[in-house]
């Protein structure tokens, strides 16, 4: 199974995903990662480029092939009772979808198999996990160092959400129309609206492009 944001579960069509978590410890006392979720995110966008896939981030944890969602993330700071920490990353990625699974999902859904055949996924699904899971802790642990800079000039490149209107929506907030243009030290993504520009933080916020 798989969890996302808001308590949302990853639907799967019958062992068509991977969903797996890695883990590792991070510093004593850590209270959070700002824009660990995006290092990861441009971690798996590169091991998706590596074989083939043009995949692209949208903020704040998805991974798009074209509009349409191929990947998601979610990243969670754990403290056990001696007050160690762990960060942990969670990733669900489609490798293919069957008509069944597509018309069950409330966002269109994008697969692997849009670019390499199903038969080549089925073969290469260890391949897929070792590539993914080293990417991800890598990722997780250059962030740890040295924050997102190491990750900005690629977030930029394949920014899904770049020059694009957006829309923004929190719950029981007015939602927050404008233009998405990158995303900050801190991984707070910038939208230009008519009244200046607004940085949003991650968290339980949704951001959709304008159809």
Same mark, same amino acid.
């Given at each position: ?5 808001? $308590? ?178 801190? $991984? ?24």
């Amino acid at each position: 199974a798989g969890r996302g944001r808001l $308590g949302r579960t990853w639907s799967d069509a019958g062992a068509g995903s991977l969903l797996f978590s890695v883990a590792w410890p991070v510093a004593p006392h850590t209270a959070e990662l700002p824009g660990v979720t995006l290092a990861c995110g441009v971690a798996v966008a590169r091991v998706c480029e590596a074989h083939g896939v043009p995949a692209r981030i949208k903020w704040p944890n998805d991974l798009w092939l074209g509009d349409a969602k191929l990947a998601g993330l979610l990243a969670e700071l754990a403290v056990d009772a001696a007050g160690r920490r762990t960060l942990v990353v969670g990733l669900g990625m489609n490798l293919w979808t069957d008509p069944a699974l597509q018309a069950a999902l409330d966002a269109p859904a994008a697969a692997l198999e849009t670019c390499l055949p199903r038969a080549r996924l089925a073969a290469q699904r260890a391949q897929w996990l070792g590539d993914l899971a080293a990417a991800l802790i890598e990722a997780g642990r250059e962030h740890e160092r040295a924050g997102l800079a190491p990750f900005l000039a690629d977030y930029a490149r394949l920014d899904a959400l770049a020059g694009r209107v957006v829309g923004a929506h929190r719950a029981g907030e007015a939602p927050i129309n404008g233009t998405a243009a990158g995303i900050d030290a801190l $991984g707070r993504l910038r939208i230009d609206t008519p009244h200046g520009p607004v940085l949003l933080a991650g968290g339980e916020i949704s951001v959709r492009p304008a159809p």
